[in-house]
């Protein structure tokens, strides 16, 4: 029992510490960095990105001005990338396209105050290719294996999720999720 509780709380020390150096540094930077003019008003004709990215390589941003977040989109949605920031879903579209694009992050990490964000606020999409501003229209709660979350739109729209609860110790049965339209791009 001892070996037991030696090993869940060394494992989930090194994780907590990582995603708070992880999540201060991204406020930090976000601190630094000033406030880029509005971009372009999204258009009604279909928008495509000529642009592809490899596994792991970094898309952009995810600025969430609600909590003061700056925080690393990497193309693909494994461990690898979700321990970096937030991972951009390789069967969705990019940001800024017609249709869904998902990206996803753990709660104890870079989404630690997701939960603060709602309808009405703003996320705005930094990318190598453009700036793109989605107002969240809905939030979420779904069960984790829900796929409703992954499934084609008919306009650009932004989902954003990580498990839930919050608080939750272990593998969260739940995942808060944020649908979003895009208002600029």
């Known amino acids: ?78 461990e690898d990338e979700l321990q970096k920031g937030v991972g951009h879903f390789a069967g969705s579209v990019l940001p800024g396209e017609e249709d869904n694009s998902v990206l996803s992050g753990h709660r104890d990490t870079v989404f630690r105050k997701l939960g603060e964000v709602g309808k009405g606020d703003r996320l705005i999409v930094e990318a190598v290719y453009g700036t793109f501003t989605y107002k969240v229209k809905k939030v979420r709660i779904v069960d984790a294996d829900d796929r409703t979350v992954i499934v084609p739109k008919p306009r650009a729209t932004l989902t954003v999720s990580t498990c839930y609860p919050f608080d939750f110790i272990g593998a969260a049965p739940e995942r808060y999720v944020l649908v979003a339209d895009l208002i600029k791009g």
């Not at 001892?2 to 150096?21: E, M, P, Q, R, S």
């Not at 279909?46 to 995810?62: C, N, S, V």
Request: net charge positive; glycine share 6%.
């Open 1 to 78: 029992m001892v070996a037991a509780g030696l090993y869940f709380i060394t494992t989930n020390v090194f994780k907590l510490l990582h995603g708070y150096v992880l999540f201060s540094f991204q406020q930090v930077k976000e601190e630094k960095t000033t406030e880029k003019p509005p971009a372009q008003t999204a258009k009604k004709e279909k928008i495509a990105i000529d642009q592809t990215f490899e596994t792991g390589e970094k898309i952009g941003d995810l600025v969430i001005p609600k909590i003061n977040a700056r925080l690393p989109i990497y193309h693909g949605t494994d």
